[in-house]
Nanobody
Framework: QVQLVESGGGLVQAGGSLRLSCAAS????????MGWFRQAPGKEREYVAT????????YYANSVKGRFTISRDNAKTTVYLQMNSLKPEDTAVYYC????????????????WGQGTQVTVSS
């Protein structure tokens, strides 16, 4: 089992920044690929970014590329999402997820999920 706890969400003005954290515990963290997803009201869960177990490979959705950065610290068993130049359309609940296989862009291929953290970007 893996437990994931997100933090760092909040209310920010357009153009601002937030850094989300996802603290993991339980099964070995550094064997897992990690992903960030988001879900806005009335919409499906959407892929945001993913990172390999080593941190070497990182991929982003086109909508956030160049603005968001995913990273991880295996010593701290934590994954981060640095979000810059935020836009109102980034407003959503953000979830981190783990899978003990390679990187995936599909939420249904992840095994473990956090409870989510709300990000609200005002215009």
């Amino acid at each position: 089992q893996v437990q994931l706890v997100e933090s760092g969400g909040g209310l920010v003005q357009a153009g601002g920044s937030l850094r989300l954290s996802c603290a993991a515990s339980g099964r070995t963290f550094d064997n897992s690929a990690m992903g960030w997803f988001r879900q806005a009201p009335g919409k499906e869960r959407e892929y945001v970014a993913t990172i390999s177990w080593s941190g070497t490979d990182r991929y982003y959705a086109n909508s956030v590329k160049g603005r968001f950065t995913i990273s991880r610290d295996n010593a701290k068993t934590t994954v981060y999402l640095q979000m810059n130049s935020l836009k109102p359309e980034d407003t959503a609940v953000y979830y981190c997820a783990a899978r003990f296989r390679g990187i995936s862009y599909y939420y249904y291929e992840y095994d473990y999920w956090g409870q989510g953290t709300q990000v609200t970007v005002s215009s």
